[in-house]
């Protein structure tokens, strides 16, 4: 029997899940190790006690690059640009992102003025080689470079339209300079918009060293203990790539993880036939809230991350630091909670592991909403008197209660949640009372009902195995490769050959690299887009179109496809007006294999297993406990309620009810 097995890296917890070919699950939490990232996964893999010879697909979402970008420890890069243009990063744009804030500085450059260095060459605006590159101004530069540096971003002018003078310099200083990450824009982010370019590839360039030293630790010691099939690593755009892949394109791992939720997502909405799902992922940590739209994920094709641009296709993700980690404190007064986390150690007071700070896991459990006799992760007790303790030392400042510290650090979090939903649906249009709630992470379930609540969701859904999604997510992901060509044209004036050409290329490219990634034709999709906007617009709307349509249907449809997905991102359109085509994208996918899920329960009757004092709306009720595994298909469980699993906890509080449906997920919804 061959197994699959995923692993997702949090911040708190690294969680691992094996699936058989029949279906058989088995999950598995450890605790992430900081700074050494393969542990916590070599850990999460022991500890599902399964035979590792037998895995024929690994794949695991990183945080390596994304730690390292957000604590910026990452590499030192020098920056080689075309003569003049060295300043083009740290001028950026004109625009003001926090215009009435009077203290708003503009990010802070990953490199600085000295460390960018000027070549002499220039390419025309169309590609052609205006002046050729002086490689003895190079080669000058390599003894200063390989003395000062773990990694080089070349950017040059217009490389977007041919790549050659990028290439010839990454050929001669992969040469001259081996051990240093050698990365360029035409491989990164091969698209116009100078700055977002070089702000793309300078990220990638200063995340390289550290993913290729991770992926190559992790690869060597997942070899030595017995593991077999290359290593997958989850990108950042909702699919999967090579570790080989990975370390060419850095980049794509910065959301590598939470990606897996969302995708996750996708599989459960085309299962219980819902559209349009908000997926939250609250773990230790972090508090993630992305979209599910008509059964796909949220892509876009440009993010920001932390003030930073990155042209690099990637699942719309918000991100608060809200989790069960959060450290509540006082200040100027009132009671706070969160950035600030507890992480795996010391971790919440409750833990015993050294934290005397309260969180919003030492919350949940003084008010009964993580039963008291429950393990963590299946193994871990839980210390009541040490979040009493803890609680208390923060409480006594505001002159609270123990109850009133504890639901006022979870009424917090909640409204912080809230708020970052909102985020990313009424800042953008979006009504979230539309949308069903899916949540998971360690935390998301105990918290679903109260955010819902403040949104005014109707329901609530918990899927199968909510502590471990993430991963599951990952197994469910196809292998994904997002390729762009500059393609500038008003639609009504297009040249229909070199638009055809520019589709067959990209096609031609993507079906390559799948084909080096081992997917066979069979399993081939490509999927053709296009980045339109109208005349005079600065940013434009990416409009899929069916593969298999001729040239003629697909420049016929495009003016409405546009318009339609103005529409529904804008809440207006201009009919008539004229648009113009800026890039031509393809995503060249390879199909996964889907995992099932068994709809059996386990032996153990669906009978309640204790009852706990829980606090709901300023008073104590009876809450009756169930596990999870019991609960047949089709049974109901009315609030007050609490239902147990290993790796996760579901809190349904008076006047709502939860239904196990089938694929083993919960749908909570009011009475």
Same mark, same amino acid.
């Given at each position: 029997?061959?197994?699959?097995?995923?692993?997702?890296?949090?911040?708190?917890?690294?969680?691992?899940?094996?699936?058989?070919?029949?279906? !058989?699950?088995?999950? #598995? *939490?450890? &605790? @992430?190790?900081?700074?050494?990232?393969?542990?916590? %996964?070599? =850990?999460?893999?022991? $500890?599902?006690?399964?035979?590792?010879?037998?895995?024929?697909?690994?794949?695991?979402?990183?945080?390596?690059?994304?730690?390292?970008?957000?604590?910026?420890?990452?590499?030192?890069?020098?920056?080689?640009?075309?003569?003049?243009?060295?300043?083009?990063?740290?001028?950026?744009?004109?625009?003001?992102?926090?215009?009435?804030?009077?203290?708003?500085?503009?990010?802070?450059?990953?490199?600085?003025?000295?460390?960018?260095?000027?070549?002499?060459?220039?390419?025309?605006?169309?590609?052609?080689?205006?002046?050729?590159?002086?490689?003895?101004?190079?080669?000058?530069?390599?003894?200063?470079?390989?003395?000062?540096?773990?990694?080089?971003?070349?950017?040059?002018?217009?490389?977007?339209?041919?790549?050659?003078? !990028?290439?010839?310099? #990454? *050929?001669? &200083? @992969?040469?001259?300079?081996?051990?240093?990450?050698? %990365?360029? =824009?035409?491989?990164? $982010?091969?698209?116009?918009?100078?700055?977002?370019?070089?702000?793309?590839?300078?990220?990638?360039?200063?995340?390289?060293?550290?993913?290729?030293?991770?992926?190559?630790?992790?690869?060597?010691?997942?070899?030595?203990?017995?593991?077999?099939?290359?290593?997958?690593?989850?990108?950042?755009?909702?699919?999967?790539?090579?570790?080989?892949?990975?370390?060419?394109?850095?980049?794509?791992?910065?959301?590598?993880?939470?990606?897996?939720?969302?995708?996750?997502?996708?599989?459960?909405?085309?299962?219980?036939?819902?559209?349009?799902?908000?997926?939250?992922?609250?773990?230790?940590?972090?508090?993630?809230?992305?979209?599910?739209?008509?059964?796909?994920?949220?892509?876009?094709?440009?993010?920001?991350?932390?003030?930073?641009?990155?042209?690099?296709?990637?699942?719309?993700?918000?991100?608060?630091?809200?989790?069960?980690?959060?450290?509540?404190?006082?200040?100027?007064?009132?009671?706070?909670?969160?950035?600030?986390?507890?992480?795996?150690?010391?971790?919440?007071?409750?833990?015993?592991?050294?934290?005397?700070?309260?969180?919003?896991?030492?919350?949940?459990?003084?008010?009964?909403?993580?039963?008291?006799?429950?393990?963590?992760?299946?193994?871990?007790?839980?210390?009541?008197?040490?979040?009493?303790?803890?609680?208390?030392?923060?409480?006594?400042?505001?002159?609270?209660?123990?109850?009133?510290?504890?639901?006022?650090?979870?009424?917090?979090?909640?409204?912080?949640?809230?708020?970052?939903?909102?985020?990313?649906?009424?800042?953008?249009?979006?009504?979230?009372?539309?949308?069903?709630?899916?949540?998971?992470?360690?935390?998301?379930?105990?918290?679903?009902?109260?955010?819902?609540?403040?949104?005014?969701?109707?329901?609530?859904?918990?899927?199968?195995?909510?502590?471990?999604?993430?991963?599951?997510?990952?197994?469910?992901?196809?292998?994904?490769?997002?390729?762009?060509?500059?393609?500038?044209?008003?639609?009504?004036?297009?040249?229909?050959?070199?638009?055809?050409?520019?589709?067959?290329?990209?096609?031609?490219?993507?079906?390559?690299?799948?084909?080096?990634?081992?997917?066979?034709?069979?399993?081939?999709?490509?999927?053709?887009?296009?980045?339109?906007?109208?005349?005079?617009?600065?940013?434009?709307?990416?409009?899929?179109?069916?593969?298999?349509?001729?040239?003629?249907?697909?420049?016929?449809?495009?003016?409405?496809?546009?318009?339609?997905?103005?529409?529904?991102?804008?809440?207006?359109?201009?009919?008539?007006?004229?648009?113009?085509?800026?890039?031509?994208?393809?995503?060249?996918?390879?199909?996964?294999?889907?995992?099932?899920?068994?709809?059996?329960?386990?032996?153990?009757?669906?009978?309640?297993?204790?009852?706990?004092?829980?606090?709901?709306?300023?008073?104590?009720?009876?809450?009756?406990?169930?596990?999870?595994?019991?609960?047949?298909?089709?049974?109901?469980?009315?609030?007050?309620?609490?239902?147990?699993?290993?790796?996760?906890?579901?809190?349904?509080?008076?006047?709502?009810?939860?239904?196990?449906?089938?694929?083993?997920?919960?749908?909570?919804?009011?009475?």
């Amino acid at each position: 029997m061959t197994l699959r097995v995923g692993v997702d890296i949090g911040g708190t917890f690294t969680d691992a899940i094996a699936i058989s070919d029949n279906g !058989e699950i088995s999950t #598995a *939490k450890a &605790l @992430t190790t900081s700074g050494r990232l393969a542990d916590g %996964v070599l =850990s999460a893999i022991k $500890a599902l006690d399964i035979d590792v010879s037998g895995i024929d697909y690994f794949v695991h979402g990183t945080t390596a690059g994304l730690n390292a970008f957000l604590e910026k420890r990452g590499a030192r890069v020098a920056l080689i640009t075309t003569r003049g243009f060295r300043d083009v990063y740290e001028i950026g744009r004109a625009n003001r992102p926090d215009m009435y804030n009077l203290k708003y500085k503009s990010p802070r450059p990953l490199i600085e003025r000295r460390d960018r260095f000027e070549v002499t060459e220039r390419l025309t605006s169309d590609g052609a080689v205006h002046t050729p590159v002086d490689m003895n101004e190079i080669k000058e530069l390599v003894p200063h470079l390989k003395a000062n540096y773990d990694a080089v971003a070349i950017v040059l002018l217009h490389s977007y339209k041919n790549p050659a003078h !990028e290439q010839e310099i #990454a *050929k001669y &200083l @992969t040469s001259a300079l081996p051990n240093l990450s050698i %990365v360029t =824009s035409s491989v990164v $982010a091969p698209e116009w918009r100078e700055y977002e370019r070089t702000s793309t590839t300078a990220i990638s360039a200063y995340i390289a060293p550290i993913i290729n030293e991770y992926l190559h630790e992790l690869g060597t010691r997942l070899k030595e203990v017995g593991l077999a099939p290359e290593l997958k690593v989850m990108q950042s755009n909702g699919g999967v790539m090579s570790a080989i892949t990975a370390r060419s394109k850095p980049v794509q791992t910065l959301l590598s993880g939470p990606v897996g939720g969302t995708i996750a997502g996708v599989e459960i909405g085309k299962m219980l036939e819902h559209n349009k799902l908000i997926c939250v992922d609250m773990g230790g940590t972090s508090f993630d809230v992305s979209l599910v739209v008509n059964k796909k994920a949220d892509i876009e094709a440009q993010a920001e991350m932390e003030g930073h641009p990155l042209l690099s296709p990637s699942v719309s993700m918000h991100t608060i630091g809200a989790g069960g980690g959060s450290i509540a404190y006082v200040s100027a007064g009132a009671l706070r909670v969160g950035p600030r986390s507890a992480g795996a150690f010391p971790g919440p007071a409750c833990y015993d592991r050294g934290g005397t700070e309260p969180t919003v896991t030492d919350a949940n459990l003084f008010l009964g909403r993580l039963p008291h006799e429950s393990k963590l992760a299946g193994n871990m007790n839980l210390k009541l008197d040490l979040a009493k303790s803890a609680l208390d030392s923060v409480g006594t400042k505001l002159s609270l209660s123990t109850e009133e510290t504890a639901a006022g650090i979870t009424a917090i979090i909640n409204a912080a949640m809230a708020n970052a939903i909102r985020e990313i649906t009424v800042s953008r249009g979006i009504d979230p009372r539309e949308y069903s709630l899916v949540a998971y992470g360690g935390a998301g379930p105990l918290h679903a009902v109260a955010i819902a609540a403040e949104l005014e969701l109707g329901s609530v859904i918990v899927p199968a195995n909510p502590g471990v999604l993430s991963a599951w997510g990952m197994l469910q992901a196809d292998s994904r490769h997002d390729l762009v060509m500059n393609f500038y044209s008003q639609l009504k004036s297009i040249d229909k050959v070199k638009f055809e050409q520019g589709v067959k290329k990209l096609e031609a490219d993507a079906r390559q690299i799948l084909t080096q990634e081992g997917i066979t034709t069979e399993e081939m999709v490509i999927q053709p887009a296009a980045d339109l906007r109208y005349v005079g617009q600065e940013y434009t709307v990416t409009v899929e179109w069916d593969s298999t349509l001729a040239i003629d249907g697909v420049l016929s449809s495009l003016t409405e496809l546009f318009e339609s997905q103005h529409l529904v991102r804008y809440g207006h359109n201009n009919p008539g007006e004229d648009i113009e085509l800026v890039n031509i994208r393809l995503s060249g996918i390879g199909l996964a294999r889907k995992s099932k899920i068994s709809d059996a329960s386990s032996p153990i009757s669906s009978v309640a297993s204790g009852t706990q004092k829980t606090f709901f709306d300023g008073s104590w009720h009876e809450a009756t406990i169930y596990w999870r595994d019991s609960l047949e298909i089709g049974s109901k469980t009315v609030g007050p309620a609490t239902i147990l699993e290993n790796d996760c906890t579901t809190t349904i509080p008076p006047g709502w009810h939860a239904k196990m449906v089938s694929g083993r997920h919960l749908i909570l919804e009011r009475n």
